[in-house]
């Protein structure tokens, strides 16, 4: 009897485990239609502080009831594994808890970070000046944060050097006086998403990821941006087609120094340098966690390139210069042209 009862009870263990197994297979398994195919993750999923803490898994999002942002009450959204879980931020948006259209206040000028028509609705990795002149830009992901932004704007400014700072909407919510301070240091703004997810989104929630992102960056600093970079250079969730719609820019990069993983501040100057070329786009990180190594590395990647002979620009500018080159080239060609076959 005693035997026949400890096998009963086995088995109804067993078979509750399975059943939750696969009941969780069929929302976050590897089989998950929602998430991105396998080809189109960047290693910039792989999120960690470069402060030598693990790197976290790069696929699969955290389950359902994780807040991103757990002094919410009812946490609703998705942490994705690119942020820190620990920001003392509101986990999710909708258009009215966001930002309204409205207008900055009247003493702050409207900044416009417009595109060449030659760039709207592409995807730009890297630029390629017609005279190989060494420029280079500086770009830094999911901020503003506090415990980065400030000191790499301090590098920045004592280096007289513009930048271009991807904006999360969580992050710009919760730290406008930063966001302020970027903009009125002269840098450029992209637009990064609300919540930077990976996982496949309706048509209506990947229009409000990059809308209400525009929205407010508006309002907090008064900048209207056509500069986008999806998180994870995810391409497939319906946030970049709706950029591409809207003939935004797509900005990945061309130079990844893997700040996002723990590595030391030693490693990512020989990555950059390493990488480093004409019109190269470096991707760094200000946000989503601490990024000492990051900030430690700046102003020696600075120093090097420099000594290398490399300018900085921001990508409006290696975007314009661009355009500026390539208009020359061709209005040389047409006064050729038209010059050669005058009688």
């Known amino acids: 009897m005693f035997i026949t009862l400890v096998a009963v009870t086995f ?23 929602t998430l991105p195919p396998a080809s189109v993750v960047s290693p910039h999923q792989e999120r960690a502080s470069n402060s030598g803490g693990k790197s976290l898994p790069t696929q699969n ?9 757990p002094t919410s009450p009812k946490p609703k959204a998705i942490a994705e594994p690119h942020f820190s879980p620990n920001l003392p931020q509101e986990s999710t948006t909708s258009s009215g808890d966001a930002a309204s259209p409205e207008s900055p206040s009247a003493e702050q000028p409207t900044i416009s970070f417009g595109v060449p028509p030659e760039f709207q609705a592409k995807i730009i990795t890297k630029i390629t000046p017609l005279d190989q002149q060494k420029v280079i830009a500086l770009t830094f992901d999911d901020g503003p944060w506090p415990s980065n932004t400030l000191k790499i704007l301090e590098i920045l400014k004592k280096n007289n050097i513009k930048a271009t700072f991807f904006w999360v909407g969580q992050a710009l919510k919760d730290h406008p006086q930063i966001a302020k301070q970027v903009v009125a240091e002269g840098h450029a703004i992209g637009n990064h998403t609300w919540h930077h997810w990976y996982r496949q989104l309706d048509a209506s929630t990947a229009a409000r990821e990059l809308d209400d992102t525009a929205q407010l960056i508006y309002k907090t600093t008064g900048v209207k941006t056509s500069l986008f970079r999806p998180p994870g250079a995810v391409m497939t969730n319906g946030v970049a087609d709706y950029a591409i719609q809207q003939k935004n820019a797509i900005v990945m990069w061309s130079n990844d120094p893997m700040d996002y993983r723990p590595l030391s501040a030693h490693q990512l100057v020989n990555n950059v340098i390493r990488k480093a070329h004409p019109g190269a786009i470096v991707l760094m990180h200000d946000g989503g966690g601490n990024h000492p190594a990051t900030v430690q590395a700046v102003p020696q990647i600075i120093a090097k390139l420099t000594k290398q002979g490399y ?12 355009d500026l080159q390539k208009s020359a080239v061709i209005a040389k060609k047409d006064w050729s042209s038209s010059f050669l076959t005058q009688p």
């Open 11 to 33: 088995g109804s263990v067993i078979g509750l485990s399975w059943h939750f197994h696969k009941s969780s297979q069929g929302t976050f398994g590897a089989k998950d239609s």
């Open 311 to 322: 300018k900085f620009v921001t990508i409006p500018q290696l975007l314009e210069m661009t």
């Open 61 to 69: 999002p955290v389950p359902a009831g994780t807040s991103l942002f």
